[in-house]
Structure formats: C-alpha cells, structure tokens
C-alpha cells in the first residue's frame, strides 16, 4: 500500500535550518509528481512547495522561495525539503503529499513532521 | 492569486441528516477543485477532484458539484465518522499555486 513517511521536524532556533525528508514506498515513486504542504498550529493547510516527476519542474510559495529547496532522489524514494533561515512563521507540520496520477489533487499525504521555531 | 472563501466557517448537523458546505473562488477555477477531509491529528483525505468526482474508496453519500466559482460538498446522511474539518483546494491557477480554502468544521448538533 502507498505510504510516506515524513521525519526531520523539530525545535530549532529563528535563523537556523532543517531538512526534512519523506520516505515513500508502495508505489513508482518516479512517476509521480511531489509536494510539500504545511499547517501551522489551528490554521489551514497552505501549499509550500512543488516537484515534478523527475526534478526538473520546481516551483515555491512566495513566502518560502528563496529560503526553502525542494529535492527528491527516484533511486531511493526520498523527497527533501531544505529549510533556511527559518522564522517563528513557518512553524508548522509539515506534509508531504503525492498528486494524483495525470492530475494535480493530492491523493495521498504522509502523517506530518511538525517543525517549532522558537528561541 | 486565487482566494478560496469556504462557508459557513462551523456546522452544526445531526447525524443522519444532510450537510451543504461551499466553497467560492475569487475568480474562475473551471473544474480543478477538490475537496478534503481532515481528522483532528490526521492528515487530509482526498474526497472530490474534478469538482465532483469521488477519489477512490470514497462512500457514495459524499458528492461535489459547481465549476466556475461556486462549489458544494454535499453529504447526504452523515455518519459519525463525518465529523471533521472539510477543506476545498484550487489547482486551476497552475503554476505555480494551490490554494486552499479557510475550512469547515462539521460538528455534531
């Protein structure tokens, strides 16, 4: 069965970094186009970040562009999301979530890696 | 940028009745609206892409319906396990952005 298993989240100071990565499995992972979504505490989802299929589309949030890289490794069923100069704003959990075949929904999400930035 | 405005913002309905929630763009979206469902410490469900066609293993009583800016999850007898927060997604403006709406929280009456 699909899954994605997200890790890396955790406490880290304003300024600092993080990179979170998600482990697929129960699929081509190579086929499909990827995406990282977050949900800061009590809030709505807002779409961080996109991949192609095989890494060469990317696209960004205006609120993270700049800051934030996007990576993803078909040989080991990963995707990356490098995390710069973090601020309080960006706490969240943070998904990622795989598009559905031919189509832009998202039909599967992992269970989220929650990020906290805080001094 | 497309703004996604769901309402109302909370529902109150009894189990086994019907439940409406809307979601309206700020401009059109054609047919590339979905909707999801959301668990409190879970991660959303794909409900309705295409603006009404159910994802897959999702029970009948959940339809979509709308194009343009004017859209409706309807769920025509609510179960239990239908209490949750319900979000509606954009992909029309693409690329480079999805947007998602604010949210309905869907509570027991």
């Known amino acids: 069965q699909v899954q994605l298993v997200e890790s890396g989240g955790g406490l880290v100071k304003p300024g600092g970094s993080l990179r979170l990565s998600c482990a697929a499995s129960?699929?081509?992972?190579?086929?499909?186009?990827m995406s990282w979504i977050r949900q800061a505490p009590g809030k709505g989802l807002e779409w961080v970040s996109y991949i192609s299929s095989s890494g060469s589309t990317i696209y960004y949030a205006d609120s993270v562009k700049g800051r934030f890289t996007i990576s993803r490794d078909n040989a080991k069923n990963s995707l990356y999301l490098q995390m710069n100069s973090l601020r309080a704003e960006d706490t969240a959990v943070y998904y990622c979530a795989r598009e559905l075949y031919g189509d832009h929904p998202f039909d599967y999400w992992g269970q989220g890696t929650l990020v906290t930035v805080s001094s | 940028e497309i703004v996604m405005t769901q309402s109302p913002a909370t529902l109150s309905v009894s189990p086994g009745e019907r439940a409406t929630l809307s979601c309206r763009a700020s401009q059109s979206v054609s047919s590339n609206l979905a909707w999801y469902q959301q668990k409190p410490g879970q991660a959303p469900r794909l409900l309705i892409y295409?603006?009404?066609t159910r994802a897959t293993g999702i029970p009948a009583r959940f339809s979509g319906s709308g194009s343009g800016t004017e859209f409706t999850l309807t769920i025509s007898s609510l179960q239990s396990e239908d209490f949750a927060v319900y979000y509606c997604?954009?992909?029309?403006?693409?690329?480079?952005?999805?947007?998602f709406g604010q949210g309905t929280k869907l509570e027991i009456k």
């Open positions: 997604q954009q992909y029309n403006n693409w690329p480079p952005l999805y947007t």
């Open positions: 295409g603006a009404s």
């Open positions: 129960g699929f081509t992972f190579s086929d499909y186009y």
